[in-house]
């Protein structure tokens, strides 16, 4: 036998073990876990996705119910279904589930640091209560947060107007505005909406999201350890998370060289002033490579979801142009056009309040939600679950649960109104989660979408670049998130 033909029996039989190995481990941890479709060693379940990892789960929950198991690649997932269950995630037994699952796409740059994906409880915690008490002492659920969101409406609108009723796709003008509300409580300033860098960093915002979302970033999410050498259109994601975290590395200087250390001004000071603080507690989570990280994080999920959430707003408003109607006359009734609206008036605009909760749940942002994890072994509907082991909460199957929702499939804004026509709360709405871990931006969302939808009908009426029967409001790409197909329209002034 020569060199080569060792080396290929070598490979042969290494391979070999590879397969066996886990097929024996594939065996052995599915004996105690829910059932599910049977994988094939190394690739789990990755052929039957078919590019569609939502539609596939959803597929499974009917033949298998409410809980069971799929292989991403060797990765055991627990994927569970219903209002009833996911609720016992989030809320009933919230403290077993509240460790962060894996996200490959974006573990590669931030498994161990900032918020939102760390695995380290310790880390979470302090984290995100320092930046919860942060964010609100710079605005949010203020009154001050509300001035700074009407301030960047009345810039939006004016932007609006100078298009002419011309058609364009919004949501590049819509992004600056979630963007500089963002921006100025974790930097300080906003930029103008011509600024060359704020269009530049939008786009990598975008690109990361949508290419997480697409087919490309599902396959890198079952093979992480094989795609990260292949080429194709998910190497853009770590490109785009690079010249993220160059560019907020930047920002963070200019903040370290003008600190006033008795006069925080935003979020990076305030970190940078808890840096200091601790710095001789070996122990402490308030160093650079967290700070960096949360504020990314911080800010790439307060840009990207407002703007998404508000484009497919506005293409849905125009697909429905009897719930336009609607909300357009309780507009006038409640506010006129002599002033601007304030949170206040939601009280008195039930089918405005309405139409914004389902837009929410319409639109379905986080289909999968973010992946948990468990923090113990755990007993879930009579299974027993390892500590460790990755749980998706299917946030589409709540809001779209048929034994919570009147009308689940359909954009219907009667799904949160009662008889008498008063806006009625629902348990099942929670397209930002529930529980310990629900979407830090919570209070935010709920002023920004409001007062943003609301400004934007007092001023306009929507109109669309093709005819009704044309307007497609399904999904482009539904992976991480669900997001509309770019579209043109016009705002014509009220
Ligand atoms: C419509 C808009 C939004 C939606 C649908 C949304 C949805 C979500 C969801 C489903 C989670 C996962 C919670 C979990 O189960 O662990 C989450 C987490 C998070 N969101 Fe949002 N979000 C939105 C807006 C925002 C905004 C405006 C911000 C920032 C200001 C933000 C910051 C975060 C952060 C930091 C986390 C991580 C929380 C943690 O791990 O403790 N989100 N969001």
């Not at 749940?361 to 082991?389: C, H, N, Q, S, W």
Request: glycine share 6%; with cysteine.
């Amino acid at each position: 036998m020569d060199l080569s033909q060792g080396l290929m029996l070598f490979f042969a039989l290494l391979i070999s073990c590879i397969i066996l190995f886990s097929s024996i481990k594939l065996f052995w941890r599915r004996g105690d876990l829910p059932p599910g479709p049977t994988p094939l060693p190394l690739l789990g379940n990755a052929l039957d996705v078919g590019g569609d990892i939502v539609h596939f789960l959803m597929k499974l929950s009917e033949k298998y119910g409410d809980i069971f198991t799929v292989y991403l690649g060797t990765r055991p997932v627990i994927v569970v279904t219903g209002y009833k269950l996911v609720k016992e995630i989030y809320l009933d037994k919230g403290d077993d589930y509240l460790n962060r699952g894996d996200m490959p796409a974006f573990d590669a740059f931030y498994k161990d640091s900032g918020i939102i994906f760390t695995a380290n409880m310790k880390r979470w915690r302090d984290l995100r209560r320092f930046s919860l008490m942060t964010l609100r002492d710079f605005g949010f659920g203020k009154s001050s947060t509300e001035d700074r969101i009407h301030e960047e409406i009345r810039h939006l609108i004016s932007a609006l107007k100078d298009t002419k009723e011309s058609f364009f796709d919004p949501r590049q003008c819509l992004s600056k505005s979630f963007y500089n509300i963002i921006f100025s409580i974790m930097f300080g300033n906003r930029y103008n909406y011509e600024d060359k860098e704020i269009t530049t960093i939008l786009t990598y915002i975008y690109q990361a999201f949508t290419t997480i979302s697409s087919s490309w970033g599902q396959i890198y999410e079952m093979f992480p350890w094989l795609m990260r050498f292949i080429p194709g259109p998910h190497q853009k994601i770590n490109k785009c998370f690079k010249n993220l975290t160059k560019y907020v590395d930047g920002r963070v200087k200019i903040n370290q060289e003008t600190l006033d250390p008795n006069n925080p001004r935003d979020y990076v000071d305030a970190f940078l002033i808890k840096m200091e603080k601790e710095k001789i507690n070996p122990n402490s989570e308030f160093n650079m490579k967290n700070l960096l990280a949360c504020t990314l994080q911080i800010f790439f999920a307060g840009v990207e979801t407002m703007s998404t959430t508000t484009t497919y707003s506005l293409l849905i408003l125009m697909k429905y142009p009897d719930v336009l109607a609607k909300v357009h006359k309780e507009i006038d009734q409640v506010i006129g056009q002599n002033r601007g609206p304030t949170l206040q008036d939601r009280n008195h605009m039930p089918y405005t309040e309405a139409m914004v909760h389902e837009m929410q749940r319409f639109t379905d942002l986080i289909p999968m939600g973010a992946p948990r994890r468990t923090t113990k072994e755990v007993t879930l509907k009579g299974y027993t679950l390892p500590k460790d082991i990755n749980i998706y909460p299917m946030l589409t199957s709540v809001l779209k649960d048929p034994t919570c929702f009147k009308y689940p499939t359909e954009f219907n804004p009667e799904n949160f109104l009662n008889e008498k026509g008063e806006f009625k709360k629902n348990d099942a709405f929670m397209p930002l989660a529930a529980g310990k871990r629900i979407c830090l931006g919570e209070s935010l969302v709920r002023m920004e979408l409001f007062l943003f939808l609301v400004s934007i009908l007092q001023n306009f009426d929507l109109k669309s670049s093709v005819p009704l029967k044309e307007l497609d409001i399904a999904p482009i790409v539904s992976g991480l998130g669900n997001f509309p197909k770019p579209y043109k329209m016009a705002f014509i002034p009220r």
